[in-house]
Nanobody
Framework: VQLQASGGGLVQDGGSLRLSCAAS????????KGWYRQAPGKRRELVAR???????KYADSVKGRFTISSEPAKNTAHLQMNSLKPEDTGVYYC???????????WGQGTQVTVSS
């Protein structure tokens, strides 16, 4: 299974982007889908996560600005990012947690750059 992340780009401070993550085929026994980001010189961090029963979790830094959603029938997940800030700059990765091996699938990442 491959995850394809898209929707990144260059946007000005205060702008919006919508990221999408599409799986090449259905993934069974999904526990959660998530978005992570990694800024230059920093560790990868969780941005948002949605479980199979609809529970969501956001990093404190993005609460109220980002919204994660999932479309199980289309094997996709999205991250709507509003009021973007320069500190949101980084490579954004999507991930799917599964109860079955290999337990975690990662996408290839999409670059988000927010200019001040």
């Amino acid at each position: 299974v491959q995850l394809q992340a898209s929707g990144g780009g260059l946007v000005q401070d205060g702008g919006s982007l919508r990221l999408s993550c599409a799986a090449s085929r259905s993934i069974f026994s999904i526990e959660a889908k998530g978005w992570y980001r990694q800024a230059p010189g920093k560790r990868r961090e969780l941005v948002a996560r949605i479980t199979s029963d609809g529970s969501v979790k956001y990093a404190d830094s993005v609460k109220g600005r980002f919204t994660i959603s999932s479309e199980p029938a289309k094997n996709t997940a999205h991250l709507q990012m509003n009021s973007l800030k320069p500190e949101d700059t980084g490579v954004y990765y999507c991930a799917v947690d599964s109860r079955d091996y290999p337990y975690v699938y990662w996408g290839q990442g999409t670059q988000v750059t927010v200019s001040s």
